[in-house]
């Protein structure tokens, strides 16, 4: 499991669910199952979890255990298949929002820029556009809102444009290509800019915001009262958007009002600030630097 991902945060992740032995679970994201495997060492018989992951790697991780489902797919669709499964109410939902380390170090998967291999990206290898083909087929006014919204790269025009004319004569396949291009455009560090480009990329590829804003909304309808929500993002759009969750009850962040004029919110916050990982965590696990949790519960 180490080697496929270390689980960010895990303590705190599992006391923020405050699982209950004979309560009803959902890790959105299994991965490795490292967040999953300890959550099902807490609950007995009456207890269950089920697990959403639409990487059909994650397949070698799994568990087999009468109180466990997997479900092969695409968390933004939790309420469907909570219907389906018959479950009115769950006692908590965990979120790890991150790419797993496997993925950013698998060649082919196209996610880490060190790996090489295809430009892909995509989570479910079976469906989708993939990097490549973003790069090659959008428009400027399309490539220049992804790598300013969702990678903040600060040269997002001047990419945009010269990817432009780059595929006039040249298609991007692979990834060791596109860096070699990249390293005519980048501006400041370059680890950085890469880092920043390929996360804008991936976002686009898995339509990862609309999926989050999707599965939040269907979790608030499904949470049982005093039911837990943790959830674990990297990146700012993302805990922007689960901060306003947490504290409006809606995606937009709108604030209702009762007959007093008070602010309601069907969740409490149960951390006020964002919990982050320590430093002896950050040594020992880099990538859990940018990692921000924040956990509420359904009054």
Same mark, same amino acid.
């Given at each position: 499991? #180490?080697?496929?991902?270390?689980?960010?945060?895990?303590?705190?992740?599992?006391?923020?669910?405050?699982?209950?032995?004979?309560?009803?679970?959902?890790? /959105?994201?299994?991965?490795?199952?490292?967040?999953?495997?300890?959550?099902?060492?807490?609950?007995?018989?009456?207890?269950?979890?089920? $697990?959403? +992951?639409?990487?059909? +790697?994650?397949?070698?991780?799994?568990?087999?255990?009468?109180?466990?489902?997997?479900?092969?797919?695409?968390?933004?669709?939790?309420?469907?298949?909570?219907?389906?499964?018959?479950?009115?109410?769950?006692?908590?939902?965990?979120? +790890?929002?991150?790419?797993?380390?496997? *993925?950013?170090?698998?060649?082919?998967?196209?996610?880490?820029?060190?790996? &090489?291999?295809?430009? +892909?990206?995509?989570?479910?290898?079976?469906?989708?556009? #993939?990097?490549?083909?973003?790069?090659?087929?959008?428009?400027? $006014?399309?490539?220049?809102?992804?790598?300013?919204?969702?990678?903040? /790269?600060?040269?997002?025009?001047?990419?945009?444009?010269?990817?432009?004319?780059?595929?006039?004569?040249?298609?991007?396949?692979?990834?060791?290509?596109?860096?070699?291009?990249?390293?005519?455009?980048?501006?400041?560090?370059? $680890?950085?800019?890469?880092?920043?480009?390929? *996360?804008?990329?991936?976002?686009? %590829? !898995?339509?990862?915001?609309?999926?989050?804003?999707?599965?939040? #909304?269907?979790? @608030?309808?499904?949470?049982? @009262?005093?039911?837990?929500? %943790?959830?674990?993002?990297?990146?700012?759009?993302?805990?922007?958007? %689960?901060?306003?969750?947490?504290? @409006? &009850? !809606?995606? *937009?962040?709108?604030? #209702?009002?009762?007959?007093?004029?008070?602010?309601?919110?069907?969740?409490?916050?149960?951390?006020?600030?964002?919990?982050?990982?320590?430093?002896?965590? *950050?040594?020992?696990?880099?990538?859990?630097? @940018?990692?921000?949790?924040?956990?509420?519960?359904?009054?």
């Amino acid at each position: 499991m #180490t080697k496929y991902h270390t689980p960010v945060l895990l303590d705190e992740c599992l006391q923020g669910l405050e699982i209950k032995p004979e309560g009803i679970y959902i890790d /959105v994201t299994f991965g490795a199952g490292g967040h999953s495997k300890p959550i099902l060492k807490q609950l007995n018989a009456k207890g269950h979890l089920y $697990s959403f +992951d639409k990487d059909e +790697d994650v397949r070698r991780n799994l568990v087999e255990a009468d109180n466990f489902t997997f479900i092969h797919s695409d968390f933004r669709f939790i309420g469907r298949f909570l219907d389906y499964h018959g479950l009115t109410h769950v006692n908590g939902v965990l979120a +790890d929002l991150g790419v797993s380390s496997f *993925q950013f170090d698998t060649r082919g998967r196209g996610f880490g820029y060190m790996a &090489g291999g295809d430009l +892909d990206m995509r989570m479910n290898q079976s469906s989708g556009l #993939t990097a490549a083909d973003i790069l090659n087929t959008y428009q400027h $006014s399309q490539l220049l809102f992804i790598f300013s919204k969702y990678g903040e /790269v600060r040269n997002s025009k001047t990419l945009s444009t010269r990817i432009i004319e780059r595929r006039r004569t040249k298609s991007f396949t692979d990834i060791q290509g596109f860096i070699a291009f990249l390293s005519g455009v980048s501006m400041g560090n370059q $680890s950085r800019y890469l880092a920043q480009v390929f *996360q804008a990329l991936r976002i686009e %590829v !898995n339509d990862e915001m609309a999926s989050l804003e999707k599965m939040l #909304t269907d979790v @608030s309808d499904s949470l049982a @009262s005093g039911g837990r929500l %943790v959830v674990m993002s990297y990146h700012s759009l993302e805990d922007r958007i %689960v901060k306003k969750f947490m504290k @409006s &009850g !809606n995606v *937009q962040g709108e604030r #209702t009002q009762d007959d007093y004029g008070k602010s309601t919110s069907p969740f409490k916050l149960i951390n006020k600030k964002v919990i982050m990982a320590d430093d002896a965590e *950050q040594r020992r696990n880099p990538r859990s630097r @940018s990692a921000k949790l924040r956990i509420a519960e359904k009054i």
